[in-house]
């Protein structure tokens, strides 16, 4: 078996889902295997129920000025550092520009979300556990 099989041989399994093939010719065994990060990902939305806004009209019109907290990346939103911690902020908690909020897990990568401002937390918008789109809002804050 020549190099220019063995090129051929690995071009052909580059564009399918194949990861591992093993040829033997002339009494020589060859073995290509190859680790795909990713196969086929799919990705599931769920429609959510249609919810009423039911809040008072001042509530309404102070929103105009939370400031609103967005995933910068997709992953895994977690209110704490651990499953047995406490929650690093609560409703109404005062927060400091740089302390963290809470942890979005990428592949496996914990990553802190840090306030940007002072305020106090007006709304959590995700339950603990929960995946998160780039872009999600994920806490709202009322600057002090």
Do not use: W
Not at 44 to 49: G, K
């Amino acid at each position: 078996m020549e190099l220019e099989d063995l090129k051929e041989l690995i071009g052909l399994l580059k564009d399918t889902d194949i990861t591992e093939v093993q040829i033997e010719k002339d009494g020589i065994k060859v073995k290509v295997k190859r680790d795909k990060f990713f196969g086929h990902l799919e990705v599931q939305q769920h429609a959510l129920p249609e919810k009423k806004d039911l809040r008072k009209e001042e509530e309404i019109e102070t929103e105009g000025r939370l400031l609103t907290v967005t995933s910068p990346i997709v992953g895994t939103f977690y209110r704490s550092p651990s499953p047995d911690a406490e929650p690093f902020v609560e409703i109404g908690a005062r927060v400091k520009k740089g302390q963290v909020l809470c942890i979005i897990e990428a592949m496996k990568l914990m990553n802190e979300i840090e306030s940007e401002i002072d305020g106090v937390i007006v709304r959590i918008l995700v339950e603990n556990g929960h995946p998160v789109e780039y872009g999600e809002p994920l806490f709202m804050i009322d600057p002090i």
